[in-house]
């Protein structure tokens, strides 16, 4: 199957810092990637949908300057959290997806546990 | 009504039973039916994808879709303590439009 990786695994920050993740589909190109967030067992959340060479399409609720998205290629996104705050701790995971004849899919990379100090 | 409902177990079975996970659904436009296992700490991995209605089988996974019922399914035969995660449904009307997830079915297989 496809392959999407994500770095880095685990990152801590500390309070009023900046943190980016990185995005990559490693066998594919996808023009379109998500960003979910999960908290401990609850089920997925969307925070934002990226597509490459154009602005990200942001969920309700989710702060589009606190969550900078950039689709710079076709194989690479990237998740800035700006001043990040102990709330912003969790576990964020990208997928991308891959849509054509009789196929609409995604693929998910390992994710990134984020905590904030 | 949720547009994609699951039962959030926890489930408990053991070692060797089939598994039987299930999800219901309304919106009759979705077309892409996909089951991803998803272990405690770890992204979603797919498992089985079905393009309409139909079966599919892979090793000790089996896949069903009814369209007509709205129901999907997800099977696991001879099922090991390996299988204990959460199984999470998602489904799709096609590109361009979001994916919609179950909110997941926690499954313990007991040695």
């Known amino acids: 199957g496809a392959v999407v990786s994500q770095h880095p695994s685990r990152v801590i920050c500390k309070s009023g810092t900046s943190v980016k993740i990185e995005c990559r589909s490693l066998?594919?190109?996808?023009?379109?990637m998500f960003w979910y967030r999960q908290f401990p067992k609850q089920s997925l959340m969307l925070m934002a949908t990226?597509?490459?060479?154009?602005?990200?399409?942001?969920e309700q609720g989710v702060e589009k300057d606190k969550f900078l998205i950039n689709h710079a290629s076709l194989t690479l996104s990237t998740l800035t959290v700006t001043s990040a705050h102990p709330e912003d701790s969790s576990f964020y995971i990208c997928?991308?997806?891959?849509?054509?004849?009789?196929?609409?899919?995604?693929?998910f990379g390992p994710g990134t546990r984020l905590t904030v100090l | 009504q949720k547009e994609v409902e699951q039962d959030p177990g926890p489930l408990s079975v053991p070692e060797g039973a089939i598994v039987s996970l299930n999800c219901t659904y309304s919106n009759s436009a979705f077309q892409y039916f996909m089951w991803y296992r998803q272990y405690s700490r770890k992204g979603p991995e797919l498992l089985m994808y079905?393009?309409?209605?139909g079966n599919k089988e892979d090793g000790r996974f089996t896949a069903q879709v009814d369209k007509s019922s709205k129901y999907i399914s997800l099977f696991i035969r001879d099922s090991q303590p390996s299988d204990s995660a959460t199984y999470l449904c998602a489904m799709s009307a096609g590109y361009g439009q979001n994916f919609v997830f179950g909110p997941g079915t926690r499954l313990s297989v007991l040695p």
């Open positions: 997928s991308a997806r891959i849509a054509g004849d009789s196929t609409d899919t995604q693929y």
């Open positions: 990226s597509n490459e060479g154009s602005k990200a399409t942001y």
């Open positions: 079905t393009y309409s209605s």
């Open positions: 066998d594919f190109q996808a023009t379109t």
